[in-house]
């Protein structure tokens, strides 16, 4: 499966994980307790950081942010019916720094910094001797089944069609969960016959 | 363990198959996410505790950055967006759904799941997406109340298929609703 990450090498590409997610949350909770002015400023600054990347990722950035239009467009009715137009500003701005900076982060962090950030913060539960094995390869499992469990909806929907004109609706659903669950047992099986997942417990049966 | 551990890990990869189907007509041909569907199905079929698991499973992989939400998107930007606070309440909905299916044991398994369905995938959902959206646009609670409304006929029928997706599972197969062993 592809991540989000983006093609285009940057130098925020080399910055560690910890370090971006560290200046994200700061940054973000700084959004929300900022002057509007001072937002303005900051989303700028934001603008200025997707542009130090390159043109074709500030533009590949724009096209994330698309899914807030809806909203622009509600705050803009809003404070324009109310005459709020400088609170309206602060509030739109605020929206855009807030995701786009979030999606910087995606962008500019491989999947394997990601899962290692991840397996970091899980450590304190391994100090508590609890296994993240489990969660690890439970990871792995989603990345690896979520493919197949699209193609299985899709041959059933095929096979929906090929014996009805209406369209396939959520009457696949049932047969997909099926299906999923029976992978599951498939595979649980499968992990049990290889020692299972926790093979520093001694099992007693 | 390896059981659960699986079942898990296969409701979330349905979650995000539910979402990467593209347009799966639900109903009158209104194309509506089935995504938000799978997350009451996590809760109505593994029961609470697995179907909360299996909702923050998911939640973890899009943190990671893989584009697994309806639309292609996610990342860290799904935790920041205007309708984020439903995304962030997606495995309360699962557990309340998955508890309301363990506990309620009469009347017709379509109906107990449906009503679950409109409690945690709606009333309890749509709290925590109302507050989040309050905090984005700056809105009183009741103005963003009024502004979700608009998602209301769509997670209705989503509930309502829930309840009859969930008994058609249970009739052909008891053993796989795991909320009722």
Known sequence: MISLTSP??????????GAKLLALSIATLALFLLEPFMIAVATLAVAVLYLSAG???????????RMLWPFLL????WHGVTGQAQAGAAIALRLLAALALANFVTMTTRLTDMIAIMTWLLAPLRRLGLSTRAVELAIAMVLRFTPMLVENGQRLAMSWRARSRRRPGWRIV??????????????AEALRARGGILPDIHRRN | MERNMTRIALFAALIAALGLIPSLTLAFGVPITAQSMGVMLAGAILGARRGALAVLLFMAL???????????RGGLGAFVAPTSGFFLGWPVAAFVIGLIVERWRTGPLAVT??????????VVMYGFGIVGMSIALNKTLAE????????????????????????ALARSRPASLLSRP
């Open chain 1, 55 to 65: 043109l074709t990722f500030a533009a590949q950035g724009l096209r994330h942010l």
């Open chain 1, 74 to 77: 509600l705050i803009a009715v």
């Open chain 2, 113 to 122: 799941v449906a009503m679950a369905s409109i409690i945690g995938g709606i």
């Open chain 2, 62 to 72: 899009v943190a990671l950055g893989l584009p697994l939400l309806a639309g292609g």
């Open chain 2, 144 to 167: 963003c109340a009024a502004l979700v409304t608009a998602f209301l006929p769509g997670d209705l029928i989503k509930a309502v298929l829930t309840g009859l997706i969930t008994q």
């Open chain 1, 8 to 17: 285009v090498e940057t130098w925020a590409h080399r910055i560690p994980a």
């Open chain 1, 174 to 187: 049932m047969p997909m969960a099926a299906l999923a669950l029976d992978d599951a047992d498939h595979v």
